[in-house]
């Protein structure tokens, strides 16, 4: 019984963080062109991408908001293929909101809402891995007020206080047999953490622009979790399992170094780059505190291992015409999973993204930002060794979006 709960806490040291978990999906317009955005300008999405930014917009007022719907899909194959499982995803619909008033011509400050950390995934009934994962859902909504000033013609700055709601809910089966089958154990808890956002933005001739940005490190710590568990009444009457405890853990969420430079090819067209920088290694291990322990239940520490990773990012931008903008871009994101304990809770992998996308003006001050991306995760074949769960895992997902903007 011991070995049991020992494999039940180690899984779930994994369903609470995954490469998967970052969402990058903080503006329409940005999305288009491969989730570009820290060495220029495309409004208000400034404040998340380069709050440095923000004093360089030439508008008085300004509102965007925007919702992607993500249609993903992810496939499991055991030794030799097989066997094979699939998951059930609900869709999910990460959104943001930004809004920004410049106060005078070098000093401007804003107000963004969005959601970079978030995984929605369900494996159907009875899978081979059910006693790692059957299903995860993981929320966390940013809020940032930001400040931004123009210190010259070539050099401006900003930054944001970013505070973020953090909630989790995993599912997964236990290897012990009840009335209804396996048992199950449901872990939930929330926390608010708080971080800062701040970047730099260069001004260095009239086509060419650069940006610096830092997201810090947020060390989500749950004090208030419940752990509930749907065991046989029999080991809980006599003590092996509790039914329900609280537990506390401290969930490290990875600081991000941005670098970006655009340039204006000519009138119409404009290219970016970007090169994001995460700081994954902090996430080495992850400890649960039980309130409530038994000869069966202890608390456990349990390693990752993460290694730091770089997602390479192009895209392109073109004036078709006053009323219509195109974009396409691309960009490789690279896992950063430790072989020896992958787990199918968001499956990992080196992944490759294409969008596109449009901006529609009907009229003065109004536009209709659209993207579509697809992401494609290359094959990888990984094992989780505590529990001597190894296959093959197939990845991918598209992403439509739409967003509006409003200025004055």
């Not at 007020?145 to 973020?164: E, H």
């Not at 048992?183 to 956002?197: A, C, H, K």
């Not at 290219?271 to 995460?278: G, Q």
Request: aromatic share 12%.
């Amino acid at each position: 019984m011991r070995t049991i709960i020992t494999l039940l806490m180690v899984a779930f040291t994994a369903s609470l963080m995954a490469e998967g978990y970052q969402v990058n999906l903080q503006g329409q317009k940005n999305t288009g062109m491969g989730h570009t955005g820290t060495g220029f300008l495309l409004g208000p999405s400034i404040i998340h991408f380069n709050p440095g930014g923000l004093a360089l917009y030439d508008k008085k007022m300004s509102f965007n908001a925007g919702v992607s719907t993500i249609f993903s899909n992810n496939i499991f194959q055991g030794a030799e293929g097989l066997y094979e499982a699939q998951t059930e995803n609900p869709i999910g619909t990460p959104f943001y909101f930004y809004g920004s008033y410049k106060i005078n011509d070098d000093l401007a400050v804003g107000l963004g809402v969005n959601t970079p950390y978030g995984n929605s995934l369900k494996w159907e009934d009875d899978w081979a891995g059910r006693y790692l994962i059957n299903s995860i859902s993981m929320r966390s909504i940013h809020i940032q007020p930001t400040v931004s000033y123009k210190i010259n013609d070539w050099l401006s700055a900003g930054v944001g206080m970013t505070v973020a709601l953090n909630s989790v809910e995993l599912n997964k089966s236990i290897p012990i047999t009840g009335p209804n089958g396996d048992s199950e154990i449901d872990l939930e808890g929330s926390t608010t953490t708080f971080g800062v956002n701040a970047g730099l933005m260069f001004t260095l001739t009239e086509q060419l622009s650069a940006g610096i940005s830092y997201r810090s490190q947020m060390k989500a710590k749950v004090t208030g979790g419940t752990a509930t568990l749907d065991v046989p009444e029999a080991l809980i009457a006599n003590g092996t399992f509790p039914d329900e405890t609280g537990f506390s853990a401290t969930l490290p969420l990875p600081n991000n170094i941005n670098f970006g430079v655009a340039y204006k090819v000519t009138e119409k067209l404009l290219v970016a780059l970007d090169i994001n920088y995460v700081q994954w290694s902090v996430y080495d291990s992850l400890v649960f505190d039980f309130e409530d322990n038994t000869p069966a239940f202890q608390d456990s520490r349990n390693p990752r291992e993460y290694s730091n990773t770089m997602i390479y990012r192009l895209g392109a931008q073109y004036d078709l015409m006053d009323e219509l903008t195109l974009r396409a871009g691309a960009y490789y994101d690279a896992t950063p999973t430790n072989d020896e304990y992958y787990t199918p809770e968001t499956p990992g992998a080196n992944k490759i993204g294409l969008s596109g996308g449009a901006t529609i003006r009907p009229f003065e001050n109004f536009e209709i930002d659209l993207s579509m991306l697809y992401i494609h995760g290359q094959k990888r074949e990984a094992e989780y060794v505590p529990d001597n769960f190894k296959g093959t895992y197939y990845t991918n997902a598209f992403i439509p979006g739409i967003g509006l903007t409003y200025s004055f």
